[in-house]
């Protein structure tokens, strides 16, 4: 009998129907991460204005042994995320781990990394988990004793709106349990200049990893979007404490998507992603108000990026 299962791509196209079709056109920044997507923010990570990389790379060189330091830090490494091929071996060589648990959704990111980083560490067991990460996860049972200390670098978090990142760091600390750690990366506000320049970069890597969405989007769907009716736009919303990327239309546009006719304007746009900054006190709230309890924060002399370490409180019943 055949069981009826919604694939990927049925999600993708449910998001990009639906975002359309709101208000406020907007699709969900995860379907900006196909292979092609992956590639284009390799590149990004490499640009000369974008810092967040350098910077938080700069951090983990200089403080990752700081983390080690603290107990209960030390016996199992679990990443959201495939993991960065310099942050995460920075980790590993300083915590010297009994198990390294990558878990991520793509499952052929994955098994790429996994691989990549088991060559680089013959020893170290890796116990790679394809699951989705936004909803507690069981870990290996080779992990379960373990202490365990996350791993969310890249101001990754700054993709979710505060709501759903609470959420989030909420599902981490179900999944990694009471007294684990969390070492987060976390992007700070800054001058708007320095933060737009980031995301409107003179090569034009992130127009291209923006429009991208849109070859993506005829590529996989039935549709005929056409890719140079738009432009790429960043804008710092400092009401919201984030940088947004839209997809505006250069002219009045209109095109189908599987049947569905969608009209825009000129100047209108469709928001593809956010980034969300955070002051210093920002990111404690964010993290306390998912139960977890700054320990440790190494910035960068500028104060650019900080990356945090926040242990798993106990429930408390008052006050
Ligand atoms: C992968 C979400 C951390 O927000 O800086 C970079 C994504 N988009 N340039 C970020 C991104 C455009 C990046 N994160």
């Known amino acids: 009998m055949d ?8 999600a993708f196209r449910a998001d990009v129907l639906a975002g359309l079709k709101a208000p406020i056109p907007a699709i969900p920044a995860r379907w900006l991460y196909d292979r092609r997507g992956s590639e284009l923010f390799e590149a990004i990570t490499r640009l000369p204005e ?5 910077i938080e790379t700069g951090i983990l060189e200089r403080h990752a042994g700081d983390v080690a330091t603290i107990p209960g830090t030390g016996d199992a490494v679990i990443a959201f995320g495939s993991g960065s091929s310099t942050k995460t071996p920075l980790l590993l060589r300083a915590i010297a781990p009994s198990a390294y648990v990558p878990i991520d959704i793509s499952g052929e990111f994955l098994r790429d ?27 290996p ?28 760091l909420r599902a ?5 349990g009471e007294g684990s750690y969390l070492l987060i990366g976390m992007d700070r506000i800054k001058d708007a200049g320095v933060l737009l320049r980031a995301y409107d970069d003179a090569a ?3 127009t291209e990893f923006n429009l991208n969405l849109l070859h993506r989007i005829n590529a996989e769907l ?22 947004e990327m839209h997809l505006e239309a250069v002219r009045d ?3 189908t998507i599987d049947g569905e006719r969608f009209a825009f304007a000129r100047g209108q746009t469709i928001h593809t992603e956010n980034s969300h900054k955070f002051g210093f006190r920002d990111a404690r709230l964010l993290l306390r108000s998912a139960g977890w309890a700054v320990v440790g924060e190494w910035t960068d002399h500028d104060d650019w990026f900080a990356l945090i370490l926040a242990e798993a409180e106990a429930p408390r019943f008052a006050p």
């Open 222 to 243: 039935d549709a005929d979007v056409p890719v140079d009716a738009f432009r790429h736009r960043a804008i710092w919303n400092d009401r919201m404490s984030r940088i």
């Open 3 to 10: 069981v009826a299962r919604s694939t990927p791509d049925d």
């Open 253 to 255: 546009v209109s095109f």
């Open 50 to 54: 974008y810092y967040p990389t350098r």
């Open 113 to 139: 990394s996994a691989a990549a980083l088991q060559a680089e560490f013959p020893a170290l067991p890796i116990h790679p988990v394809e699951a989705d990460f936004m909803r507690p996860i069981r870990l």
């Open 141 to 168: 049972e080779a992990v379960a004793k373990m202490t365990k200390l996350g791993f969310f670098p890249g101001s990754t978090i700054g993709n979710l709106v505060p709501r759903t990142a609470t959420d989030l």
């Open 172 to 176: 981490m600390k179900d999944t990694l």
């Open 204 to 206: 034009g890597v992130t």
